[in-house]
């Protein structure tokens, strides 16, 4: 918020220089973001008085001008077409200095001498607004008499400096001339004068102009009306003008600014109504109806909705509340009677409708942090009071006031001793009764009890915290003591969970394998191209109460859309090959913790494609890792819905199902624009973490040779190889050191309903060499429980 100084010293003195007092404001809790001196790039222009005017002998459009400065005669030679004798202009003498770094200096134009320079409006960059005839063709010339020499910044409202505060949504009673002037007193220890507020008034009742109904008391706790009568539009004197200027308001007339000069002064955002475009002298304030269209001043028509508050008459919409007014309502040259509005709006509200209607105005900016509803009528008199002093119209005596439910004043019972506690600073009681009194609050002091109460328009405080800062922030935060970073540290570790998922990655990493990421916030209509059944536990997704959008409206119940994505992508932008793993959680809104809340467990997905990866590839993969973490797994056929039939199977360790593994389903690739044949595995950790067996002891080589067997069965189609090996590994008892299957034939040697499987068997003693017959006595065992379990016999 940007404030003028000459117009904050009316109401406070600054006896300090703009650097200490931007400090010195800073560190009492007032932001100041920098102090601009308006007139720093205009020096040594003074008045001048043209006195005779001489063509110039070697131009045509040149003229010799002699011009009174007050101390001197200069000779200025000039192309401007207005100048004529006896008009007071703007004089940039040599050693002058204009906006833009520009140095006047003697010169010589067409052979003869200038001693200066005459300056134009934009020259000394003055706006229209502030000085009106700025914008005229040529040089600027005077309206008014001054004294020749005199400095023109005074005069064209350009010698002030502008202070940007920093006012933060806390502290809505800052966004006002009044609010900064009262903190400056407090901050510098200077008094801050209040004008006093008083309106003469002629007679007559509000009744006979205008008729007033708030429909919607929740919405605007407060609605004061004042009618002026016989209104005398004009031009704003240049004091108003200047004040309006240097906080970045343009003027336009003298109604339209005294509501603008009281909304900057005050905090009080108004609005001023010709009550001739009122229809039947009736205003209503309601809520909006459904599809209701407005004009707005800035003569933009926007649409309205029910949860908009607007100022109406009896037939339609004329003002926005607390954002802007209609069109039809505004103040122009030939408004005779105009009705003054001060009221205060529920701030959520509007900050809901400007952002609705895309339009921030300088009142809805104060209405959203707060306005507050006790002072809307000082406010309301302020600016009658103005129109008296401009002489600007007639003000009627009578004053409608709609406030039904004044909030009650604020009290606040605390102590010395905590306050002092809470801030850290021994602060005696009396100081604190000073401080919080030159803030205008009431304080009751009473040994270390002390009762507070709180001024009506500082609405941000509610309680002893409230209290304590205010003491702190004016007492200084200088008396807070400094001290070393103190706490204790603790050293830093890796959870449980995160030395798994290390381990996993490393595992895997080792394997060839590239790990992904993807969102765990998903499209629902992902689990469709899966094919899962309607009556599937992971179609009870948990939904995002504020998604993005739908295809980011759910979290992921299964890894496995994800992967898949990937790879589709991986496959359409050309990769031949991919090696893929995701780790992340997957959320089960079927089942709950004992706090309530949606089951959470981590998962690991397996995604692969590419000429040398098939099932057996992915299956070893995924029993190296398990290995690794000392789990040992039987391998039972088994399909996911999204896998192929009898390309699929289920590790299973201690009952447990660990891991799913299987080719994807033709229907499942095609729905994923998938072009080529896919494994996919899905690794639960949580049962993972459960099986898992710390490293044992390490064993040393072995100091035996190991007698290598191969062994080829035929058996049934139907008999699971996995099954087989676990028998085999079983029968061969301690000296079978691994057993491993390397291939499997089907061909036309073998009958109908026949498979060849071979195994590679390793056997070995920790204290001995075997010999033939140890081995063949094993085998020989191995071939009958195969035969026994399974008619699997010995391929000749």
């Given at each position: 918020m940007k404030v003028p100084m000459q117009w904050l010293k009316q109401y406070a003195d600054v006896p300090v220089s703009a650097p200490e007092y931007e400090e010195q404001m800073i560190m009492h809790g007032t932001g100041v973001e920098g102090i601009e001196d308006m007139g720093a790039q205009v020096q040594n222009v003074v008045v001048g008085r043209i006195l005779s005017v001489v063509k110039h002998e070697n131009s045509d459009h040149m003229v010799i001008c002699q011009v009174d400065v007050g101390d001197e005669v200069l000779q200025i030679v000039t192309g401007a077409p207005n100048v004529f004798e006896g008009a007071l202009v703007p004089v940039a003498k040599c050693g002058a200095v204009l906006p833009g770094g520009k140095h006047i200096k003697k010169g010589k134009l067409r052979g003869v001498e200038s001693y200066g320079m005459l300056?134009?409006?934009?020259?000394?960059?003055?706006p229209v607004d502030l000085y009106p005839s700025v914008g005229d063709e040529g040089i600027l010339i005077f309206n008014e008499e001054y004294p020749l020499g005199a400095d023109v910044r005074p005069i064209l409202g350009i010698d002030d400096q502008i202070v940007d505060f920093e006012i933060l949504a806390n502290r809505p009673d800052c966004q006002?001339?009044?609010?900064?002037?009262?903190?400056?007193?407090?901050?510098?220890?200077?008094?801050?004068?209040?004008?006093?507020?008083?309106?003469?008034?002629?007679?007559?009742?509000?009744?006979?102009?205008?008729?007033?109904?708030?429909?919607?008391?929740?919405?605007?706790?407060?609605?004061?009306?004042?009618?002026?009568?016989?209104?005398?539009?004009?031009?704003?004197?240049?004091?108003?003008r200047k004040a309006l200027h240097g906080c970045g308001v343009r003027s336009i007339n003298n109604i339209v600014d005294i509501t603008n000069y009281v909304m900057l002064e005050t905090g009080h955002p108004m609005h001023a109504f010709d009550l001739s475009k009122v229809r039947d002298g009736h205003i209503i304030v309601r809520r909006a109806h459904e599809g209701e269209m407005i004009v707005t001043l800035d003569g933009k028509e926007r649409a309205l909705s029910p949860d908009m508050l607007v100022i109406a008459d009896q037939e339609r919409a004329t003002g926005i509340a607390g954002v802007m007014g209609g069109e039809e309502s505004e103040i122009v040259e030939g408004t005779q009677t105009v009705m003054f509005e001060s009221a205060a709006f529920e701030h959520a509200n509007i900050r809901v409708t400007s952002r609705a209607l895309g339009l921030r105005t300088e009142a809805?900016?104060?209405?959203?942090?707060?306005?507050?509803?006790?002072?809307?009528?000082?406010?309301?008199?302020?600016?009658?009071?103005?129109?008296?002093?401009?002489?600007?119209?007639?003000?009627?005596?009578?004053?409608?006031?709609?406030y039904p439910a004044p909030a009650p004043t604020k009290i606040i019972e605390t102590s010395v001793r905590r306050i002092c506690k809470r801030i850290s600073v021994d602060v005696p009681g009396e100081k604190m009764k000073e401080i919080l009194e030159s803030l205008e609050f009431g304080v009751e002091l009473s040994g270390d009890r002390m009762v507070v109460t709180v001024p009506n328009f500082r609405e941000d405080v509610e309680m002893e915290a409230d209290i304590s800062e205010e003491v702190l922030r004016i007492y200084g935060f200088e008396h807070l003591s400094a001290t070393l970073l103190r706490g204790e540290t603790t050293p830093g570790g890796r959870s449980p969970r995160m030395q798994l998922t290390d381990k996993l990655g490393r595992i895997l990493t080792g394997l060839g394998m590239y790990e992904i990421k993807n969102f765990s916030f998903v499209s629902p209509k992902l689990l469709d191209r899966l094919g899962l059944a309607a009556d599937d536990p992971r179609r009870e997704q948990l939904r995002l109460l504020n998604p993005l959008g739908e295809d980011t409206s759910v979290m992921r119940s299964t890894l496995v859309p994800s992967m898949l994505q990937t790879l589709a992508l991986n496959q359409n932008r050309g990769n031949e090959q991919a090696m893929l793993y995701e780790i992340a959680p997957v959320f089960d809104a079927s089942a709950r913790t004992e706090e309530g809340l949606p089951d959470?467990?981590?998962?690991?997905?397996?995604?692969?494609?590419?000429?040398?990866?098939?099932?057996?590839?992915?299956?070893?993969?995924?029993?190296?890792?398990l290995r690794q973490f000392g789990i040992a797994c039987e391998i039972e056929p088994a399909a996911e819905p999204y896998h192929h039939p009898g390309r699929a199977a289920i590790l299973r360790a201690q009952a447990s199902v660990i891991a799913r593994i299987g080719e994807v389903h033709p229907d499942v690739l095609e729905a994923f624009d998938m072009t080529r044949r896919a494994l996919i595995a899905e690794v639960d950790l949580r049962a993972l973490d459960t099986l898992k067996k710390p490293m044992g002891e390490v064993k040393p080589l072995p100091r035996f040779p190991a007698v290598t067997r191969d062994l080829a069965l035929v058996m049934d189609e139907s008999v699971p190889v996995g099954t087989v090996l676990a028998s085999i590994r079983k029968a061969g008892g301690a000296l079978l050191e691994?057993?491993?299957?390397?291939?499997?034939?089907r061909g036309a040697q073998m009958l109908t309903g026949k498979k060849s499987v071979a195994f590679s068997l390793i056997f070995r003693s920790p204290d001995r060499t075997l010999v033939d017959e140890d081995v063949n006595a094993v085998m020989t065992k191995i071939l009958s429980v195969c035969e026994k379990e399974y008619g699997a016999v010995i391929r000749a």
């Open positions: 300056c134009s409006g934009p020259e000394l960059d003055v006002c001339v009044w609010g900064v002037a009262r903190e400056t007193a407090v901050t510098l220890g200077t008094e801050f004068r209040k004008p006093e507020v008083k309106v003469q008034g002629v007679p007559g009742k509000m009744e006979d102009y205008v008729h007033i109904e708030v429909r919607d008391t929740d919405l605007c706790p407060r609605y004061v009306a004042r009618v002026v009568k016989n209104v005398r539009v004009a031009a704003s004197p240049m004091w108003l809805s900016g104060r209405f959203e942090k707060g306005v507050c509803p006790a002072t809307a009528r000082e406010a309301i008199d302020r600016a009658c009071q103005l129109v008296e002093l401009l002489d600007a119209g007639d003000v009627i005596e009578d004053t409608v006031d709609v959470e467990h981590w998962m690991l997905s397996i995604g692969a494609y590419g000429s040398q990866i098939d099932f057996y590839a992915v299956r070893n993969a995924v029993t190296e890792m691994s057993a491993e299957m390397f291939d499997i034939y």
